[in-house]
């Protein structure tokens, strides 16, 4: 019987332990978890009976094989969650699904609502040429990004940064607005110093163009196919009733169910090699070092810590890894009684608060970079849905910097400050309760020795059963379902006794992982 070696119980890990069982008879698979908790940056964390999700994470994917995965774990519900009995609010709903008020192993059907906050005002997300927004912005504003975009149609730059590959798409105005000061918010960079392989992965397809077509089928409904909507664009998603760690827990209870071996508080330290294969793995736990061999070895570990943890690397390669760049960072959850913004939407809620599942802070005044409304992501998120706001705020930093070891304390006071000066709450006794979480190498970053990736890639498949899986595994920004991708093409590799390893690391930059699909 072969054995397995999985490094990591986040989406890419445990999805590859699932289809490796229910793919083969004959495989034994260990999974090794750093921490006590399931899911990595997809995990949900409890705090007096309210919920928090890590990140914000929408279930909607163009990959179908993901769909299913999702739908036979959690099937979507069947009946009227709690909020769409209140607000008398119609949802598609799964003939024979779940009922969530009586079940819990639940997707619940929400609506995507996500916008812009910039100067107090409200913007649609992808920014849309509206009535609205020409009122936000004013006429002569609206004429120069009218200008400015047309500007960039006729006139492209070199794509050598990330600054001009948004200026090639929105036009300088509209990028001097809106992403400018919000990428350098995120990753602490100016555009300008950021490869635009970012770019290509976040926002490939995102024009303009796609938005005036995707009003055009508003205007005209007819058939729709999603896989032809841009994925920015996409007004409904499904949402664990508990949250996107419910799933990842229950994947978690599956793979023991099907005999795989899942152990926590086992922090991998090496991985060795001989003969261009990795033969085990070492790890940390409970103070001791244990060692593990394996057949094949998949790793959601970040490249870095991979890297530095094998034997006889080149001096060359080792530098490349260990120059890779990561931005972390701080999710801070703050219980309110209200927020000050008000519901102008059509879009009926608890308590008459904003529909924004999450909203995206340009202001460059304020270090907050973006808010997350759990109430609207799933009722069951909160312990008291209409009586109280439970919201998370999201802020970038870099592990060991002053803002990484603020207190939980001081980092309360320093989001209530924020929220104060942006309007959206009148005072810090507004605050009830709060909760910090850090998280460590949450987006890995497109500059520093970035350039030399494939570099490090090319070392890395001389392995022949070595797999590097997932956001981190692959140092890249990819979505969860991204993340879930790397893992079925491995586990199909492994099984078809394939060695080449582009349909791996081609996921998300080949044209059928893009937003826009054909």
């Not at 509206?130 to 200008?147: D, E, K, S, V, Y």
């Not at 492209?156 to 400018?180: A, P, Q």
């Not at 120059?323 to 209200?338: A, E, I, M, S």
């Not at 802020?395 to 910097?401: A, H, L």
Request: glycine content about 8%.
């Amino acid at each position: 019987m072969q054995k397995v070696i999985i490094i990591g119980a986040g989406p890419a890990g445990l999805t590859a332990g699932i289809e490796l069982l229910k793919q083969s008879g004959d495989i034994e698979v260990v999974i090794l978890e750093e921490t006590q908790e399931i899911g990595g940056i997809s995990r949900t964390v409890k705090h007096h009976g309210n919920r928090m999700d890590i990140g914000g994470h929408r279930f909607f994917s163009k990959d179908d094989e993901v769909m299913r995965w999702w739908d036979e774990l959690m099937p979507r519900q069947g009946k009227l969650s709690y909020d769409d009995k209140v607000l008398g609010r119609k949802v598609p709903l799964k003939k024979g699904g779940p009922d969530p008020e009586k079940e819990d192993r639940v997707m619940l059907t929400r609506n995507r609502v996500s916008r812009i906050y910039y100067k107090k005002k409200f913007f649609d997300y992808p920014v849309k040429m509206n009535l609205q927004t020409i009122r936000n912005m004013g006429f002569l504003t609206t004429m120069a990004a009218g200008f400015s975009y047309l500007r960039s149609v006729l006139i492209k730059k070199k794509e050598d940064s990330l600054e001009n590959f948004y200026i090639n798409r929105f036009g300088k105005k509209l990028y001097s607005m809106f992403f400018e000061g919000y990428t350098e918010k995120l990753w602490g960079r100016h555009p300008k110093e950021i490869d635009a392989s970012w770019g290509a992965q976040r926002v490939k397809g995102l024009s303009i163009v796609a938005i005036i077509k995707d009003v055009f089928f508003k205007m005209f409904p007819g058939k729709k196919n999603s896989k032809k909507v841009e994925t920015s664009l996409i007004e409904e998603f499904y949402y664990p009733k508990y949250g996107p760690g419910q799933l990842w827990e229950t994947a978690a209870d599956r793979f023991a169910e099907m005999g795989g071996r899942l152990l926590k508080g086992c922090l991998v330290t090496n991985v060795k090699t001989r003969e261009g294969k990795a033969y085990a793995v070492v790890f940390e736990r409970d103070g001791s070092k244990e060692e593990l061999s394996g057949d094949y070895i998949l790793s959601s570990m970040p490249l870095k810590d991979l890297i530095t943890g094998m034997n006889d690397v080149p001096k060359q390669i080792q530098k490349y890894a260990a120059g890779l760049p990561y931005r972390d960072f701080v999710t801070v959850g703050l219980l309110l009684d209200k927020l000050n913004l008000k519901n102008e939407t059509k879009l009926k809620t608890l308590g008459n608060i904003v529909p924004d599942c999450w909203i995206y802070v340009q202001d460059t005044g304020v270090k907050l970079g973006r808010i997350q409304i759990f109430n609207n992501w799933s009722p069951y998120m909160v312990a008291k849905p209409e009586d109280t706001v439970w919201i998370g705020l999201e802020y970038f930093c870099t592990e060991g910097d002053k803002y990484w070891k603020l207190s939980e304390e001081k980092w309360a006071k320093l989001g209530a400050k924020e929220l104060i000066k942006m309007g959206v709450i009148d005072s810090a006794d507004q605050v009830k309760d709060y909760h910090k979480e850090t998280v460590k190498k949450a987006y890995p970053a497109y500059f520093d020795t970035y350039d030399h990736i494939d570099e490090i890639i090319k070392y890395l498949d001389g392995f022949q059963n070595l797999y590097c899986i997932g956001r981190n595994g692959q140092h890249r920004y990819n979505n969860m379902d991204h993340s879930m991708a790397t893992a079925f093409e491995a586990v199909r590799n492994i099984i078809n006794g394939v060695s080449n390893k582009r349909n791996v690391w081609n996921v998300n930059t080949e044209q059928e992982y893009h937003e826009e699909k054909a």
